[in-house]
């Protein structure tokens, strides 16, 4: 299985700033994804990335807003801009795996007051 | 309707006992289905994953998919403290990328 890291692994914001995450796994991959993980709630699926293309985003997330970089095949990166209280959440990247599986960073745990 | 529902518990259970866990789904398309365990302040672990419908085991742990109901199961024998964490159930369809996900059931074994 992969290994993948993510920095920060957690962080406490004001609202209205920006916060860059960033995913760094340990084999090369085709597609990396950007998942957010509210209290009691689902994995939300954000975004899609691949690298040398332009990130594929699911309905309801936006680029302007979660703007996505994917520069090579071990690395990514998602900001959170222009913050508020209800962005506070764990944003959580994966990798593809065989059949059709992901493997999961151990997340960042954001707060915005 | 959601697409995947999974009670989300909690559920608390004695050391050594069965612990039965179970999404239902609405998608007939789905082809994978996975169980990732999901320690406090970490990320989701892929526990099992199964192709179509049947049973798979691996040691403690037994995934059952039973397509005709749209059903999935985990169950886990003889239950340990460790064991104690939010399993969430996952499903694709082949060829997709995305993964449909449950919203997670916490439970505790309790020493």
């Known amino acids: 299985s992969a290994v993948i890291s993510q920095k920060p692994s957690r962080d406490i914001c004001q609202r209205g700033t920006s916060l860059t995450i960033q995913c760094q796994v340990d084999s090369q991959v085709t597609m990396m994804f950007w998942y957010r993980q509210q209290p009691g709630q689902s994995l939300t699926l954000i975004a899609t990335?691949?690298?040398?293309?332009?990130?594929?985003?699911e309905s309801g997330f936006v680029i302007d807003k979660f703007p996505i970089s994917r520069p090579n095949l071990t690395f990514s990166t998602l900001t959170v801009s222009n913050m508020s209280p209800e962005d506070s959440s764990i944003y959580l990247c994966s990798v593809e795996a065989a059949q059709e599986t992901q493997y999961f960073g151990p997340g960042t745990r954001l707060l915005v007051l | 309707q959601k697409e995947v529902e999974q009670d989300p518990g909690p559920l608390s259970v004695p050391e050594g006992a069965i612990v039965s866990l179970n999404c239902t789904y609405s998608n007939s398309a789905f082809q994978y289905f996975m169980w990732y365990r999901q320690y406090s302040r970490k990320g989701p672990e892929l526990l099992m994953y199964?192709?179509?419908?049947g049973n798979k085991e691996d040691g403690r742990f037994t995934a059952q998919v039973d397509k005709s109901s749209k059903y999935i199961s985990l169950f886990i024998r003889d239950s340990q403290p460790s064991d104690s964490a939010t399993y969430l159930c996952?499903?694709?369809?082949?060829?997709?990328?995305?993964?449909?996900f449950g919203a997670g059931t916490t439970v505790t074994v309790r020493a």
């Open positions: 199964t192709y179509s419908s």
């Open positions: 996952a499903m694709s369809a082949i060829n997709d990328y995305k993964l449909s």
């Open positions: 990335a691949n690298q040398g293309s332009e990130a594929t985003y």
